[in-house]
């Protein structure tokens, strides 16, 4: 395995370089990394309603992530600063320490179809209760072609809530995200659970908290290879508990989570969306808004662990459109669901990682504000080399703002011929 040490100080070309001679791209990959080939009008204008173009975001390469003894190419895509940089750096010192583990407990999507004005709520329940196998196939029929794939409705679960009754369907989407298979089937089940309760359906439709669909992510990092060593781990425990207890504290902390969780799942073509808000229920499932990971020292080593619900989609709506995200499955070797998952999750602790190691030693300012500092100088409008010259002037000095750029570019022109 080559060092990728240095990776970020090399020009695009020679990165494009590395990563070809590493890697076996397909003829369309190669061509989308040669010439920027975005996403063609036609395809956008099909994809989305009242359409007028394309928006471009960053992509950039995490070349050396360590997961489950395997090591991938991350494609992620941001518009934040520090974030790539972050992730990087918390890659090489965890894959120096073993990298990452991951489990996934399980893979199935979860529906809802809630009843209401019923009759009688806990009669409604056991009748729908002695339905269960016909209304499981009731919902395969609605969507057969997901069994040939083997996947298909799987259990049924009832709730009362309130004057609702909320039936639960289980399903295996296999790769999909299975939000258009789900939401099939519910309607399918939906006039049969009309009847069986005498009552009425509100709705029916796909839920994002995706409890079925756990993910975890642990790394293990020895004290020697932490700058700061056991002082900073113990700080990161600190933090951790920070995250834990203060709710306030732990939406910036899952931010930082998301920072590397967001820039994966956006490179994938998945909705974020989904993502998002799957996490932030199962950060308050206990009631409190808390923190997603946790740190603990455990024999001279700190031990991170993340769980989240992570219904992370290989195929299925716009993947496979994009030709940015069929480059991204391609540097990611074209993993599975769960495999994907799982580097979803490990993006997020490595991202916390760093993101606590910054706080609780230099302070988040020194690196983030250090690599502001570019797209600062471009906001004041520095162009080509002008841009490292007023960047690096703006890390010399105590406060980084556009002011500041826009004086320092100033000065800069007043000399130039
Ligand atoms: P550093 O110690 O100054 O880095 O940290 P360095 O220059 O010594 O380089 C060390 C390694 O970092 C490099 O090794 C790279 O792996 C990586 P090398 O390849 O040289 O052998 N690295 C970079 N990779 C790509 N591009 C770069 C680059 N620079 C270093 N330009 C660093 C600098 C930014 C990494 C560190 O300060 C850091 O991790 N800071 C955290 C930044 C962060 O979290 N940013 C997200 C935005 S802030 C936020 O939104 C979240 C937050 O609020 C969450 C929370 O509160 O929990 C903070």
């Avoid at 269960?132 to 049924?156: C, F, M, Q, V, Y």
């Avoid at 993947?319 to 995200?325: Q, R, S």
């Avoid at 990682?353 to 906001?379: D, P």
Wanted: net charge negative; aromatic share 6%.
């Amino acid at each position: 395995m080559p060092s990728y040490s240095g990776f970020h100080k090399k020009t695009r070309q020679e990165r494009l370089d590395i990563l070809m001679q590493e890697k076996t791209f397909t003829p369309e990959a190669l061509e989308t990394l040669n010439t920027d080939r975005n996403l063609p009008e036609p395809i956008a204008g099909q994809m989305v309603e009242n359409h007028i173009g394309t928006f471009a975001l960053p992509m950039s390469v995490v070349p050396e992530m360590l997961v489950n003894n395997e090591t991938y190419t991350l494609p992620l895509v941001t518009e934040e600063p520090s974030v790539v940089a972050a992730l990087n750096y918390a890659s090489q010192i965890i894959g120096k320490s073993g990298g990452f583990a991951t489990s996934v407990q399980n893979r199935l999507m979860i529906g809802q179809v809630a009843l209401y004005d019923l009759p009688d709520l806990e009669e409604a329940k056991a009748t729908i209760c002695q339905h269960k196998a016909e209304i499981i196939d009731l919902a395969n029929a609605s969507h057969p072609s997901i069994l040939k794939r083997g996947g298909g409705a799987r259990d049924l679960r009832l709730d009362i809530k309130e004057d609702f009754l909320i039936v639960y369907l289980l399903a295996d989407v296999k790769e999909a995200m299975g939000a258009n298979m789900i939401n099939n089937m519910l309607e399918g089940i939906k006039p049969y659970l009309v009847e069986l309760s005498q009552g009425q359906a509100l709705m029916a439709i796909l839920s994002n908290y995706a409890t079925e669909s756990l993910v975890t992510a642990t790394c293990r990092i020895a004290f020697d290879r932490i700058p700061g060593g056991q002082e900073t781990a113990k700080k990161i425990t600190l933090a951790s508990r920070l995250a834990q207890v203060d709710p306030y504290r732990a939406a910036t902390h899952n931010k930082g989570i998301f920072n590397g969780i967001d820039a994966l799942v956006l490179a994938t073509g998945n909705d974020w969306r989904a993502i998002e808000a799957g996490c932030h229920a199962y950060a308050c499932q206990d009631g409190q808004y808390r923190g997603l990971s946790s740190w603990s020292i455990v024999d001279d080593q700190l031990v991170g662990t993340l769980t989240l619900p992570m219904p992370i989609a290989t195929v299925g709506g716009s993947i496979g459109l994009n030709p940015k995200v069929k480059l991204a499955f391609e540097l990611l070797g074209h993993p599975d669901a769960k495999t994907l998952a799982g580097l979803v999750a490990s993006a997020g602790l490595a991202q916390n990682f760093a993101a606590l190691r910054a706080l609780v030693t230099t302070g988040i300012q020194a690196g983030h504000m250090k690599l502001q500092a570019k797209s600062l100088a471009m906001l004041a409008g520095a162009q080509g080399d002008d841009i490292e010259i007023v960047a690096q002037k703006l890390r010399e000095g105590q406060h980084t703002n556009l002011e500041k750029a826009k004086n320092i570019l100033e000065e800069l022109r007043k000399n130039q011929p």
